[in-house]
């Protein structure tokens, strides 16, 4: 898990995918190995055993999140993240991985980059420190919806939201990396094909 491309390397001869990761006939040029679709999904994840226990209590409003690695966050994920704000306008947004949001720089861009776009800064929630694995779900569940990366799509990230009921929306790319989500989503009936 976590590795949804090719290794580039000359001793390993083959890469374990399946047809909604790797659909077959479109992404077999971008793989230095020979790829193997298996019938089953490639991802295999149980949901931790906390996740069953874990509740929240109401909330005030549409609360949105993004937990995915900021690496993974374009410009074009930012832009998207706030139209789909300016269309709730009682959401706010809570931008969580690990501890970077902790870094002011950091937080000062996003504002500045929402703000261009027409969300004020208070409605976002920068959440700055490590939790729990406890917490870190109530968070994940305390999210009416969860925005995927793109194009550079999560994948521990959407199987823990999808653990505690939270949906995720993602925009399916051609390759592995643009659709570790949504191959997840199709393989378990969870998707929807939308336009705009």
Same mark, same amino acid.
């Given at each position: 898990?976590?590795?949804?491309?090719?290794?580039?390397?000359?001793?390993?001869?083959?890469?374990?995918?399946?047809?909604?990761?790797?659909?077959? $006939?479109?992404?077999?040029?971008?793989? $230095?190995?020979?790829?193997? %679709?298996? #019938?089953?999904?490639?991802?295999? %994840?149980?949901?931790?055993? /906390?996740?069953?226990? /874990?509740?929240?209590?109401?909330? #005030?409003?549409?609360?949105?999140?993004? +937990?995915?690695? /900021?690496?993974?966050?374009?410009?074009?994920?930012?832009?998207?993240?706030?139209?789909? /704000?300016?269309?709730?306008?009682?959401?706010?947004?809570?931008?969580?991985?690990?501890?970077?949001?902790?870094?002011?720089? *950091?937080?000062?861009?996003?504002?500045?980059? +929402?703000?261009?776009?027409?969300?004020?800064?208070?409605?976002?929630?920068?959440?700055?420190?490590?939790?729990?694995?406890?917490?870190?779900?109530?968070?994940?569940?305390? &999210?009416?919806?969860?925005?995927?990366? +793109?194009?550079?799509?999560?994948?521990?990230?959407?199987?823990? &939201?999808?653990?505690?009921?939270?949906?995720?929306?993602?925009?399916?790319?051609?390759?592995?990396?643009?659709?570790?989500?949504?191959?997840?989503?199709?393989?378990?009936? *969870?998707?929807?094909?939308?336009?705009?």
């Amino acid at each position: 898990m976590g590795h949804p491309n090719t290794s580039a390397l000359q001793t390993i001869d083959y890469h374990l995918t399946d047809r909604f990761a790797d659909p077959p $006939g479109l992404t077999e040029h971008l793989y $230095g190995e020979q790829l193997v %679709w298996l #019938d089953h999904a490639i991802l295999a %994840w149980r949901p931790y055993r /906390i996740a069953s226990e /874990i509740s929240v209590d109401d909330r #005030d409003g549409p609360v949105l999140g993004v +937990f995915n690695n /900021i690496a993974k966050i374009s410009p074009m994920a930012l832009k998207t993240y706030a139209l789909i /704000i300016r269309r709730v306008p009682d959401a706010k947004l809570i931008l969580k991985y690990g501890d970077r949001y902790s870094v002011t720089q *950091l937080q000062d861009r996003y504002r500045r980059e +929402f703000a261009a776009e027409g969300v004020l800064p208070h409605r976002l929630d920068f959440r700055t420190q490590t939790e729990s694995l406890r917490q870190h779900l109530r968070t994940m569940m305390s &999210c009416d919806l969860a925005l995927d990366a +793109f194009p550079y799509q999560g994948t521990m990230t959407s199987f823990e &939201c999808l653990s505690v009921g939270t949906p995720v929306v993602s925009c399916c790319g051609d390759y592995y990396a643009h659709r570790a989500t949504s191959a997840m989503m199709m393989r378990m009936g *969870l998707h929807q094909i939308g336009g705009k």
